[in-house]
């Protein structure tokens, strides 16, 4: 007899570095899995592009090997989407992308900011959207387009997020759901609607945003040219499903019913992830407030380059060294890398400086020092960071436990770094799930293998390692709070 397919939802996150696409069953269980690399555009100090059609390569790509690997084993009976938050999608009356997509972590729109911030009071603004005017939202990349290539946004009709513009690849609909909508900077959290006097004051039209659904919605089907391309069900259900870090908290089990629990991620950027039940934003706008995808809110801390600090590390001093490799040469350093101390602002900084303008820089240098103390520095800096952030959020929504995730959970030694920081059991998980799982998980009650996401979130969340041991990092922390108020203030 033919085994009967097992039923399973497809998960595709639109990331920074390439794009994945998972096949989750019932149970949580990673069936299939594949990814494909795109370049990232830096054409001046400060920004980042992708060209949107790259995105669909990669996905066209990622889906039909996925299709492949699933043929006869599986059935899929719907598609959530995810992706990087807060980029621009300029598209004109027809549809059509008019330039590259300004990115999350572009870092042009300082003026920009400052035209916000003038036009609409910082506390009124967080009152509403439950965050200050920040350079990587998607709202001052439009007013940067009306600045500086007028033209252009002569012809802009349609301001999408990444994710949502490859939902509307592929299903000729245009949508888009709160967890990453509420990165754009013009939606009003209490209301989830786009936020009238925000835009009105800003000059801009509130139908350039495209109609809200909830993150498990479905907001169409596979079109039959990218079912021919795939290989996957034409009129397959795409669901609207959520952020990056609001999927990868799908993913972890994270929800305002256990608001005690949430997420360390030392991914690109490190992220600090801790759900609320009512939208609770820091007055001065210092940490992140968006909706959940459970319907929820969350607390969001980030530092810009954390992993990215590594990798930018690894690139300059030791390209043909395994990162491993640079990971054990720090392991046998002492805590507080014999006075070497990193402020991880490559690209700036996010919680809770909240500026575009800050730079990393490296302090206490001597001749005694070497490579392995430049990386333990950029450990200890990067998860020093992180304490910055929680710091603030801590009064808002204290934590009790961390769930890690991110390519840097592979590190015992920088997991017991972050936990020693944040003064908070760390626990590491098996299966590492991220945004494209929990972009699968936001599509199961629709194709009906859970009656709601809560069910499809009990089912599904991942089993817990013990917390790991952690590493020392009291002199780690007042060198790093000595440096940067030297540079950059309390």
Excluded: C
Aim: proline share 9%; hydrophobic share 45%; glycine share 12%.
């Amino acid at each position: 007899m033919t085994p009967t397919p097992t039923p399973v939802t497809l998960g595709l996150d639109v990331g920074t570095s390439g794009v994945k696409a998972v096949a989750v069953t019932a149970s949580g269980q990673t069936l299939a899995e594949s990814t494909y690399a795109y370049p990232l555009l830096t054409p001046r100090p400060g920004w980042t592009e992708q060209r949107p059609a790259d995105w669909l390569d990669g996905v066209r790509a990622a889906l039909r090997d996925l299709s492949a690997a699933l043929e006869g084993k599986a059935q899929p009976l719907a598609l959530g989407l995810s992706g990087q938050m807060h980029g621009l999608v300029p598209l004109d009356a027809h549809g059509e992308v008019l330039r590259p997509a300004l990115l999350w972590n572009d870092q042009r729109t300082g003026a920009q900011v400052e035209q916000i911030e003038a036009r609409v009071p910082r506390a009124d603004l967080v009152a509403r959207t439950g965050n200050r005017a920040v350079t990587g939202f998607q709202l001052p990349k439009i007013l940067w387009l009306r600045d500086e290539e007028p033209e252009t946004f002569a012809r802009l009709r349609h301001a999408l997020i990444p994710k949502d513009y490859v939902g509307y690849a592929l299903t000729g609909v245009m949508a888009a759901e709160p967890s990453d909508a509420s990165g754009v900077g013009a939606l009003n959290l209490a209301r989830g609607a786009w936020d009238a006097d925000v835009l009105g004051a800003l000059g801009l039209p509130g139908d350039l945003f495209p109609p809200l659904v909830k993150s498990t919605d479905v907001i169409g089907t596979l079109t039959r040219e990218w079912a021919a391309a795939t290989g996957l069900p034409e009129g397959l259900p795409v669901v609207a499903g959520g952020g990056d870090n609001a999927a990868a908290g799908i993913a972890l089990g994270l929800s305002g019913a256990r608001p005690d629990v949430g997420s360390v991620s030392l991914g690109t950027s490190g992220v600090i992830f801790s759900p609320l039940r009512e939208p609770t934003p820091d007055p001065e706008g210092r940490v992140h407030l968006f909706a959940h995808a459970d319907g929820g809110y969350h607390l969001l801390g980030v530092t810009l380059s954390a992993a990215g600090s590594l990798e930018w590390l690894h690139a300059k001093l030791a390209p043909d060294m395994p990162i491993a490799a640079l990971l054990e040469e720090a392991a046998q350093v002492p805590p507080g890398a014999g006075g070497v101390t990193f402020l991880p602002y490559l690209s700036g900084e996010r919680s809770p400086l909240m500026n575009p303008h800050a730079r990393a820089a490296f302090t206490g240098l001597s001749l005694a020092h070497g490579r392995a103390h430049l990386t333990r520095a950029v450990l200890e800096g990067s998860v020093a960071a992180l304490a910055d952030a929680y710091g603030v959020m801590q009064a808002l929504a204290p934590l009790n436990t961390l769930i890690s995730t991110g390519g840097g959970a592979r590190s015992d030694l920088w997991l017991g770094l972050a936990s020693s920081a944040l003064n908070l059991p760390v626990h590491p998980t098996s299966a590492r799930p991220g945004a494209a799982h929990g972009a699968a998980i936001l599509a199961q009650p629709a194709a009906g293998l859970h009656p709601d996401l809560a069910a499809a979130m009990d089912a599904t969340r991942p089993d817990l390692h013990p917390p790991v041991p952690p590493v020392d990092m009291a002199d780690a922390l007042n060198a790093y709070a000595a440096a940067r108020t030297a540079l950059y203030g309390g």
